[in-house]
């Protein structure tokens, strides 16, 4: 058995379960992340997926259950401190940092999970990591950019970078292809392949509407209909005609090549 095998489960949920004014959100979930799997959550809008990534976050509260993410227990740590150990970026991110940031500061700020420069000190040795990380994601041309002048593909290149800048123990990506051309999404795609396959990159679970958006190197999938799992475990036995027929209520052929996933109406 591997050591990341035996190592406990990134995130461990059980008996969990949301309610929203009296909505419930998600219902009775029990569900693992091992050290070595890069899952994806898929299900039609009002799922639940957000949530669920939002509370392996430790950015909201689930109603009844137990959470447990990079060993500690949600209720009995302090989460802001827990939460540097945790990589979380979604398209709501981008306009919560100060705008006059550089691409290299916004990555530098990741460090801390900050949303501005000034709270933190910062030195050379952070400025020479946040500028590997933009290489690492093609990035390194926009080091001096302004976040605003950035194209919307090349911002999400960069939240790439920032949430990696702390060496976290876990990654969390909501949709984060959404509003991208096909050409944006595609070089994106192959930069979330690349990070998915590279053994070094810790557990990551990735929120998505669309399967093509699903890189090449993710092992597991859980898809959500209604709060409740429908099926969760290796991804070639989840994205499947049956199982996603129906979790959206349609009838769906699921074409599957060279690690990509697409979905057609039958």
Known sequence: MSAA????????MTGLSVTIDG????????WEVRPEERWVL????GAGKTTLLRIAALRQHPTTGTVEVVGETL??????TVRRRIAYTSAAVAPTLEQRM???E?????????????WHRYDADDRARALALLDRFGCAALADHRLPTLSAGEQQRVLLARALACDPGLVLLDEPTA???IAGREELVRYLGSLATDPRTPPVVMVTHHLEEVAPGFTHALALQAGAVLAAGPIGEVLTDDVLSECYGLALRIEAGDGRFFARPR
């Open 23 to 30: 909505t419930p959100i998600l219902l009775r979930l029990d």
């Open 75 to 80: 209720g009995r740590c302090e989460v802001h």
């Open 42 to 45: 898929v299900g039609p809008n």
């Open 179 to 181: 509003g991208l051309d």
């Open 106 to 118: 916004v990555v530098m700020t990741g460090r801390n999970a900050a949303l501005a420069p000034w």
């Open 102 to 104: 550089t691409a290299t």
């Open 5 to 12: 095998r035996d190592a406990a489960p990134a995130i461990r």
